[in-house]
Every structure is written in structure tokens, then in C-alpha cells.
């Protein structure tokens, strides 16, 4: 026997037993759901096994597929997070928009009043991390809301930029929107010297 001969038997050994038994699982399913289709097509007159052992196969075979179910839908929920790892992701968040303001805050003649723009769009699909980073305690309750510049700074950190004679920073409250159902996110205010 050849060595690609002996590593093409190892390799449909590996994948043999996994796609078995998920061939059995899809199978079982299959038969379940179709058990389920049955009962719901015509519930009032569906038809129950003749033996007791064959009705308690039937409701163990049901509640596999439930419980099959049920563990599927959890997959998809995201996991809870540690307050550690909150913590660490409301931190990532913050530094990245930190990082997003300060590349916009370019010289402009109206940074001599204060009244420079700058708006911040971004995506956080966690609501917990959101409210963390905003030192809430939990998720945020609200769409709109104003937060004084200094507050806003403690929280995400400093925020200015060099030009060429001075130096600019946050000269208006910071105005936060938040829509929880896309989970995205706006901050807008004014910067100047």
C-alpha cells in the first residue's frame, strides 16, 4: 500500500464517523418533523401508536426533536459576556472612537469660535458594551441624549488634536444617539481652540 493510499483511508476515517452520526441526526429529524406535520395537518383526528411502548417511543422521539430545537435557537443567541470581557470590549470601543473624532478634527477658520462639526457613526451590536462604555450600568434606555464635553472625555478618554499654533478640543456638549434595534450609534459636537 502506498503512503497517499494509507493517508487518503485515514482521512475518510475521520470524516466518516462525524458525517454518520450527523446523517443519523438529520435523519432522526427529518422523521420527527414530518411526525410533527402529521399530528398538526389534522389535529383532531391524527392517529396514536396502538401499544403504550410505541406512544412513549413517539413522545421520546417528540420531545429529542424539542429539545433539538431549543439547543439550535440557543446557538444563536449571543453568549453573556464576563464583566471582564465587557470591560476589555467597551474599552476597544471607546479607543476606536476616540481614534474616529480625533482624525477629524482638522483646521478649519471656524475652530477660531469653537463652532468646528464633527459626527461620529458607529456600530455596536451589544448594548451592554454600549451603556459600559458610557458608564451606564447596564444597557441604555434612551435614543438621545446630551453629554457635557468633560463627562464625555472621563468616560472615552482625551480628545484633541494639534494644529499647527494650538491645540483643538471638545467645546460643546457631545450629543449621543442611540437605536438599539440596529444597534448603531451616532456622537456629534463642535471643536475649536
Given at each position: ?26 435523519a432522526e ?156 450609534f451616532k ?7
Amino acid at each position: 500500500m502506498s503512503p497517499t493510499t494509507a493517508a487518503t483511508k485515514k482521512r475518510k476515517s475521520d470524516t466518516d464517523g462525524a458525517a454518520a452520526s450527523k446523517k443519523a441526526k438529520l435523519a432522526e429529524d427529518t422523521v420527527a418533523k414530518q411526525t410533527v406535520e402529521g399530528i398538526l395537518s389534522d389535529a383532531s383526528n391524527f392517529v396514536l401508536p396502538g401499544t403504550e411502548k410505541d406512544t412513549r417511543a413517539l413522545i421520546l422521539q417528540l420531545s429529542k426533536y424539542a429539545r433539538n430545537l431549543e439547543q439550535e435557537v440557543d446557538s444563536y443567541k449571543p453568549k453573556e459576556k464576563s464583566p471582564k470581557e465587557l470591560e476589555a470590549a467597551a474599552d476597544k470601543l471607546a479607543n476606536v472612537v476616540r481614534s474616529g473624532i480625533k482624525k477629524q478634527m482638522g483646521w478649519k477658520p471656524s475652530c477660531k469660535t469653537g463652532g468646528a462639526k464633527w459626527l461620529y457613526d458607529g456600530v455596536c451590536s451589544d448594548p451592554a458594551i454600549f451603556g459600559k462604555m458610557l458608564g451606564l450600568e447596564g444597557p441604555p434606555t434612551f435614543k438621545m441624549k446630551k453629554i457635557p464635553s468633560e463627562e464625555f472625555e472621563n468616560l472615552i478618554g482625551h480628545i484633541g488634536a494639534s494644529v499647527r499654533y494650538s491645540n483643538l478640543r471638545l467645546t460643546s456638549d457631545v450629543n449621543v444617539k442611540w437605536d438599539p434595534e440596529e444597534g448603531t450609534f451616532k456622537f456629534s459636537g463642535s471643536y475649536g481652540i
